[in-house]
C-alpha cells in the first residue's frame, strides 16, 4: 500500500473468489419490459416468444404491461402502474428489454418504463447488479439502433448487459397469424440470447450485491460515519 497513498486502507479490499459462487438453489426471476402498445405488436411477440424460451431454460418469468403507464413526472410515484413496474423489478434478478425501432431509436414507450424505475428508492437499488438481454425489432433492414441505445441505458442503471442481443429485421415476415415467430436465423438468435441471459444469471445473482460493492462507496459512507460521531475523515 505505500505506493498508493491515495487509497483508503480501511475500505480497500482485495476481490474475494470464495464469494463468487454460484447459486442454484431456485429458478432465476426473470422482467420482460416491451415497447409497443400496437394490437399486433411485434416487440410483444418477440418478448412472449422470450419468455417461453427463459420458462423452458428454468427461469421464472414476468412481462409487465406498459398500458396505463403515464409518463414520467406525470403522476406521482404511488401511481398503480409504477408501484407494479417498480415491484417487480425489486423482484427480478435479470430483465429483458425489447424494443420497436422508431425513428431511429426506442419507442417512447419503452423510455418510459425505464424512467420510471430510478437508480434507488431509499436503501433498495431496484437494477444495480442485475442481468439485462437487449432485443429489437424493425419495420424494415437490420439495424442496431435502439438496442444500441438500450445498452448505454443499462449500464447507466448499472446493470450486468450480457454480450450477445437480438436485432429482428423486417418484423411483419417473421410471425405468423397468432404470433408465434417463425424458425429462422431471427429465432435461433433469440435462443441465443435467452440461454445466455440465464446463465449470467445463474452465475452473478448470489454475487450481485458483492459484484457492485465499490470502493468510492465505502470510502463515503465511513466519511459520512465519522462526521456523524465528530471523528477525523480518514
Known amino acids: 500500500m505505500d505506493e498508493l497513498p491515495n487509497i483508503a486502507p480501511s475500505v480497500f479490499e482485495v476481490p474475494d473468489p470464495d464469494r463468487l459462487q454460484r447459486d442454484r438453489a431456485r429458478p432465476p426471476r426473470i422482467l420482460l419490459l416491451h415497447g409497443s ?22 427461469a421464472e418469468t414476468r412481462i409487465y404491461d406498459p398500458s396505463g403507464l403515464p409518463l414520467p413526472d406525470d403522476a406521482p410515484e404511488t401511481h398503480p402502474k409504477v408501484q407494479e413496474l417498480r415491484d ?4 427480478s434478478e435479470g ?8 425513428h431511429g431509436a426506442m419507442t417512447a414507450i419503452m423510455k418510459a418504463q425505464i424512467d420510471w424505475i430510478p437508480l434507488s428508492i431509499g436503501a433498495v437499488r ?6 439485462l438481454a437487449l432485443m429489437q425489432v424493425s419495420g424494415g433492414s437490420q439495424s442496431f439502433n ?6 448505454i441505458l443499462g449500464r447507466w442503471m448499472r446493470m450486468i448487459t450480457i454480450p450477445n442481443q437480438s436485432s429482428v429485421a423486417k418484423a411483419y415476415e417473421q410471425f405468423d ?15 441465443d440470447v435467452m440461454e445466455e441471459l440465464v446463465k ?3 452465475l452473478t445473482r448470489a454475487a450481485s450485491a458483492y459484484l457492485t460493492d465499490r470502493y468510492s462507496e465505502r470510502k463515503e459512507e465511513t466519511e459520512k460515519l465519522a462526521a456523524r460521531v465528530g471523528l477525523n475523515s480518514i
Do not use: I
Open 88 to 91: 417487480l423489478s425489486a423482484w
Open 146 to 151: 435502439a438496442v444500441n441505445q438500450l445498452r
Open 95 to 102: 430483465q429483458v428489454w425489447c424494443s420497436p425501432e422508431r
Open 37 to 58: 402498445l400496437r394490437q399486433r405488436s411485434y416487440s410483444r411477440f418477440l418478448t412472449l416468444e422470450a419468455e417461453r424460451l427463459l420458462k423452458a431454460f428454468g
Open 126 to 131: 431496484p437494477t444495480q447488479g442485475k442481468t
Open 200 to 202: 449470467f444469471t445463474l
Open 177 to 191: 397469424e397468432d404470433g408465434r415467430m417463425h424458425s429462422s436465423p431471427y429465432y435461433d438468435r433469440v435462443v
